[in-house]
């Protein structure tokens, strides 16, 4: 099986986000970059399917040099060879155009990517992924089992989740419960020293994308209020302070 992890490099959860450019632009400086959450347990995920089926497992991000270093640790987690696609990742669309020309030259079986990126939360690249290659796509996945020919998958909706069998090649889009959180692969001594060898190729893409959203500008959510602790024999106070303070009721 021919397994492809698409790779985003995002900001550190910690980090403080700055605004820059009258609002207009992410500020990159100082921050600290690593493989968003989401594509880590896909990436855990390929590896499990990669132990039980000797699959091979290639990871793919577009972006600059700069990202090299998220895919090195991805070898060191397990995969076996990388590539980046060397084109600065300004829209979904784009990103998703450069994939699936890359995947109609590889024949990928399964092409995971995470439910959404932490940084933008966009959501798109999986879809526009699946729809350029015109092959099924399940989202919110958290949970798939292979079978002879097909995956069965449980994607996560309101209140349950729905249950389905697709036929291979297929777009997943993976979050937590794919694997277990406890069950991350992280990078050892010597997946790390391996990952040296393994081959970081870097590729061009002629495609080109006119992006059909402007940003106007973004605003950060505003700053969380002090908290207020009422007594729990106190329910008129907290009625009180719901009403005139928070002014929910
Ligand atoms: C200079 C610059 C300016 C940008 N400005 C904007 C902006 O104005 N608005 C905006 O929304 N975004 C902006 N971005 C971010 C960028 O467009 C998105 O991160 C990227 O296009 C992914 O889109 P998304 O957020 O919909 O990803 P999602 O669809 O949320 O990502 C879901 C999954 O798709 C895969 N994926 C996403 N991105 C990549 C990638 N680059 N390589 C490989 N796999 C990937 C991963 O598996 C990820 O988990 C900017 C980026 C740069 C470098």
Do not use: W
């Amino acid at each position: 099986m021919n397994i492809l992890v698409c790779i985003s490099s995002v900001p550190d959860t910690t980090s403080k986000i700055n605004l820059i450019n009258d609002n207009k632009e992410f500020d990159r400086n100082g921050i600290t970059f690593i493989i968003n959450p989401y594509d880590e347990f896909c990436l855990t995920k390929a590896i499990f399917i990669k132990e039980s089926t000797n699959a091979k497992v290639t990871v793919v991000n577009v972006g600059g040099s700069n990202n090299d270093a998220i895919l090195r640790k991805a070898l060191a987690i397990g995969a076996d060879n990388a590539v980046r696609i060397n084109k600065e990742a300004l829209n979904g669309n784009l990103v998703a155009s450069c994939i699936a020309n890359y995947c109609q030259e590889e024949n990928f079986d399964l092409i995971f990517c995470g439910r959404e990126s932490i940084d933008f939360n966009g959501g798109k690249v999986p879809g526009f992924l699946a729809q350029k290659l015109n092959i099924p796509f399940v989202n919110s996945c958290v949970g798939m089992d292979i079978h002879d020919n097909t995956i069965e998958v449980k994607e996560e909706v309101d209140n349950g989740q729905i249950i389905s069998k697709v036929k291979y090649p297929a777009v997943i889009a993976g979050q937590k419960g794919l694997v277990e959180e406890k069950d991350l692969k992280i990078p050892s001594m010597r997946g790390i020293m391996t990952a040296r060898t393994k081959p970081l190729e870097v590729i061009e893409s002629s495609v080109e994308c006119n992006n059909n959203i402007k940003v106007i500008n973004y605003e950060k959510p505003s700053e969380r209020t002090e908290c207020k602790i009422v007594d729990s024999e106190k329910v008129n106070d907290l009625v009180e302070l719901l009403s005139t303070e928070a002014k929910v009721i």
